[in-house]
T-cell receptor
């Protein structure tokens, strides 16, 4: 089945220790997104890629970086996680054709910062 | 600024009908999405409306009025598994998705 896969599902890291979250997709979609979602809040867009074209949201902290080495994979690097970065991180993809795109989400990675 | 408003929480009874409202103020409009999100899981797509009117999909229907900046999600014959958060999201003129904070729906037996 075509899908969006995120690994790991649960990640624990220590304050200040770099962490990388991964996302892969078998949908062959052009666009990939990273969202941060805290409890009872709306997902907050951090980055998105249209193919290899990287788009950084204006208010995404410098502590967050992203890589998309190929169409199928996308990584989120948190250089120095703080307690406030504990959240669910959602990867999503969309076809990226003209007009409105439906986004399809992976299961998410729940990050705990100790 | 851009804004999506939906109630924080609603409670309904198994077997009943519930309507979750969403109002929006965005720069431009290219459609409105409803997603379902169970606790600790990712959002899953429910519906997309870009024209005024009602779209029915099984037990779930979604309505849009562009002139009023208003949508609702109607859930019929509620089941316990429908307990989840329901997120309204609007695609703005730049095709960016603006998200509401979600409505937590609690179903009671």
């Amino acid at each position: 089945d075509a899908m969006v896969i995120q690994n790991p599902r649960y990640q624990v890291t220590q304050f200040g220790k770099p962490v990388t979250l991964s996302c892969s997709q078998t949908l062959n979609h052009n666009v990939m997104y990273w969202y941060q979602q805290k409890s009872s809040q709306a997902p907050k867009l951090l980055f998105h890629y249209y193919d290899k074209d990287f788009n950084n949201e204006a208010d995404t902290p410098d502590n967050f970086q992203s890589r998309r080495p190929n169409t199928s994979f996308c990584f989120l690097d948190i250089r120095s996680p703080g307690l406030g970065d504990a959240a669910m991180y959602l990867c999503a993809t969309s076809p990226g054709g003209q007009g409105a795109d439906t986004q399809y989400f992976g299961p998410g990675t729940r990050l705990t910062v100790l | 600024g851009q804004n999506i408003d939906q109630p924080t929480e609603m409670t309904a009874t198994e077997g009943a009908i519930v309507q979750i409202n969403c109002t929006y103020q965005t720069s431009g409009f290219n459609g409105l999405f409803w997603y379902q999100q169970h606790a600790g899981e990712a959002p899953t797509f429910l519906s997309y409306n870009v024209l005024d009117g009602l779209e029915e999909k099984g037990r779930f229907s979604s309505f849009l009025s562009r002139s009023k900046g208003y949508s609702y999600l109607l859930l019929k014959e509620l089941q316990m598994k429908d307990s989840a958060s329901y997120l309204c999201a609007v695609l703005d003129s730049n095709y960016q998705l603006i998200w509401g904070a979600g409505t937590k729906l609690i179903i009671k037996p």
